[in-house]
Every structure is written in C-alpha cells, then in structure tokens.
C-alpha cells in the first residue's frame, strides 16, 4: 500500500531535504550579503566629504562675489577647503 502512493523510488528522498538546505543556506547569504553591502555604502569615505566640500565651495564663492571677503582670503580659504578632500 505504501508503493502506491511514493514516486520516487529507492534513493531519492534526499532531494527534498538537500533542496530545502540548499534554500535556506541561499537565503542567508543573500541577507549577509545585503547588510554586508549597506555596512559598507555607510562607511565609505569618499562619497560623504565630497557633496559638503563642493558647497562650501559655492559659499566661499558667493561671498567673494558678494565682496564679504577680499581676493587674498578668498584664495587661502579655497586652498584650506582643498586640502582637506
């Protein structure tokens, strides 16, 4: 009566355990995989300095435009905000 009902044959009730480990080990790499991946975009540093760099830049330059600072503070300050990027 058990034969009628089982397809598989002796020797193959192990794909379905092997699979389904198989998925769950696929499963958990691609979770440590994604935290891996946005542990490093949080800690990079080269894309946080350059978006505020870049901005006091354009302020440095407006206020030179604006006259609030003379040609020699503008060009000390300019070489201040370069160095650190």
Not at 49 to 71: C, H, N, Q, W, Y
């Amino acid at each position: 009566m058990y034969r009628m009902y089982y397809d598989g044959g002796p020797g193959h009730y192990w794909f379905g355990p092997l699979a389904m480990m198989l998925v769950f080990w696929l499963v958990i790499a691609l979770v440590a995989w994604a935290v891996w991946r946005n542990i490093g975009h949080h800690h990079h540093s080269d894309a946080a300095p350059s978006a505020p760099t870049s901005a006091a830049v354009e302020a440095l330059k407006m206020r030179f435009a604006k006259g609030e600072i003379d040609e020699d503070e503008f060009h000390r300050r300019l070489t201040l905000l370069q160095s650190t990027t």
